[in-house]
């Protein structure tokens, strides 16, 4: 009896002592190996916090407003899209797609007239939007918010519909008009919409999707009549779809800067700075874009003008000449 109860105390002893040695050890290799082989999931999982605090709960509980993972994805998916499309589309034919295209702009165009009339009813008041005054951001549970929210929920689903625009590009090896620009904007917005859901789909941050409605109306209006041979040449007006465009973005600028500059529109300032600088790059690459396309475009147009009128003048050889009293004679080229 004495042996054994000299013995077990020692082996307590062992054990303890392992226990409390080993526990440090363990819990700065699970630290460590957190810190280095986790850190994805760690900063994830920050992000993710940091976007669902302080939402708006009008914009929670929509299908996929509560997974971020799944946003995540859909960007992804939209970049390896514009990667490995056009590589798979190399040594294929380009595929006709006019009845699906028609039926997918036909599609944007109703819904995006109907969102923008959801939009200038239900506000409290279009005119202030456009006088760059601040609504303040409240929740409200009226049925006109109301509905503007569901038209928001609408408006944030049609970024990545919008993904289709990318794709029939691709299928069609259109390849030259899937720009850096064109990238920008359609992967930026997917989150942009998203993160607005959550935390402003009402008052001061329906002003963008206002406008942005609107020239959508327009412009899938035009690549709808476009495919019709017969109205094309009624279609003088495209070129104005850029100017439009880069409007847009000057004018949603001009009230995003108001909602930073004034504190009394409760607009997430953090929101409010990620939507400063992506318009400022908007406003900088659609710029680079219509100088690019359209003015550039327009002298080169003017000089090849010029060069065919000069080559109209000289055939064979000869070209015609005037003398000093008027009279036309012709010259040997040299």
Not at 18 to 27: F, L, M, S, V, W
Not at 44 to 72: A, M, V
Not at 146 to 175: C, G, H, Q, W
Not at 261 to 271: H, Q
């Amino acid at each position: 009896m004495a042996s054994s109860v000299n013995v077990e105390p020692v082996r307590a002893d062992i054990v303890i002592e392992r226990t409390e040695n080993r526990g440090p050890q363990k819990d700065s290799w699970t630290s460590s190996h957190a810190e280095y082989s986790y850190w994805p999931t760690d900063f994830y999982r920050r992000l993710n916090n940091n976007i669902y605090s302080n939402t708006d709960p009008r914009g929670r509980g929509w299908p996929l407003t509560e997974r971020f993972d799944l946003i995540l994805l859909l960007g992804v998916g939209y970049l390896a899209m514009v990667y490995y499309g056009p590589r798979y589309m190399k040594h294929r034919k380009p595929m006709e797609l006019k009845g699906l295209m028609a039926a997918y702009n036909v599609v944007m165009v109703v819904t995006s007239l109907w969102m923008f009339l959801e939009f200038v009813i239900n506000s409290r008041s279009v005119l202030e939007y456009f006088l760059c005054i601040c609504q303040p951001h409240r929740i409200s549970y009226e049925p006109s918010e109301l509905r503007i929210v569901t038209a928001f929920y609408v408006y944030f689903l049609s970024k990545p519909v919008e993904f289709l625009d990318t794709a029939f590009m691709i299928l069609k090896k259109k390849n030259s008009q899937i720009t850096f620009l064109h990238i920008f904007h359609h992967f930026s917005m997917l989150f942009i919409t998203f993160a607005t859901m959550l935390h402003a789909p009402s008052d001061q941050a329906i002003y963008g999707p206002i406008i942005n409605t609107f020239v959508h109306v327009v412009m899938y209006s035009y690549y709808l009549l476009s495919m019709f041979p017969a109205l094309q040449p009624y279609l003088w007006w495209k070129k104005y779809l850029t100017q439009l465009q880069l409007v847009q973005f000057l004018l949603i600028l001009s009230a995003t800067i108001v909602n930073l500059a004034r504190e009394d529109c409760k607009y997430p300032r953090w929101l409010g700075y990620i939507q400063l600088w992506f318009l400022l790059a908007l406003v900088v690459l659609f710029s680079n874009f219509y100088v690019q396309s359209y003015l550039k475009d327009r002298n080169k147009r003017r000089e090849n003008k010029e060069q065919s009128k000069t080559k109209s003048d000289t055939r064979n050889g000869v070209h015609n000449t005037t003398t000093p009293k008027g009279r036309k004679t012709h010259e040997k080229d040299l």
